[in-house]
């Protein structure tokens, strides 16, 4: 199995970034799919982008498309999101996720794996 560790959450005015980052130890980092999701209070987790073993494919929910990039590092065993003109609506608590799916997928239940989550607050 593996273990997930992020950080780099934080408070940040809208219109700022973030780098988040996901740190995995344990079974092989690249037999995995890795993602992010996020819920914020009474909310479903929801899902926010999704990278491919090879890091050749990513994938991400409308709301943070062109906002969010996603990227793996394989010598570093993580994976990153950066996070650009953040609004009030992002804030959340952000989980990385790894899955031995053969596909990519974007819901919670096919990932096996979960970090602790980090805290992202985008003031107005």
């Known amino acids: 199995q593996v273990q997930l560790v992020e950080s780099g959450g934080g408070l940040v005015q809208a219109g700022g970034s973030l780098r988040l980052s996901c740190a995995a130890s344990?079974?092989?980092?690249?037999?995995?799919?890795m993602g992010w999701f996020r819920q914020a209070p009474g909310q479903e987790r929801e899902f926010v982008s999704a990278?491919?073993?090879?890091?050749?494919?990513?994938y991400y929910a409308d709301s943070v498309k062109g906002r969010f990039t996603i990227s793996r590092d394989k010598a570093a065993n993580t994976v990153v999101v950066q996070r650009n003109n953040l609004k009030p609506e992002d804030t959340a608590e952000y989980y990385c996720?790894?899955?031995?799916?053969?596909?990519?997928?974007?819901?919670?239940?096919?990932?096996?794996?979960w970090g602790q989550g980090t805290q992202v607050t985008v003031s107005s």
């Open positions: 996720a790894a899955s031995d799916s053969g596909s990519i997928p974007s819901k919670p239940g096919r990932y096996a794996y």
């Open positions: 990278i491919s073993r090879s890091g050749g494919t990513t």
């Open positions: 344990g079974r092989t980092f690249s037999s995995y799919v």
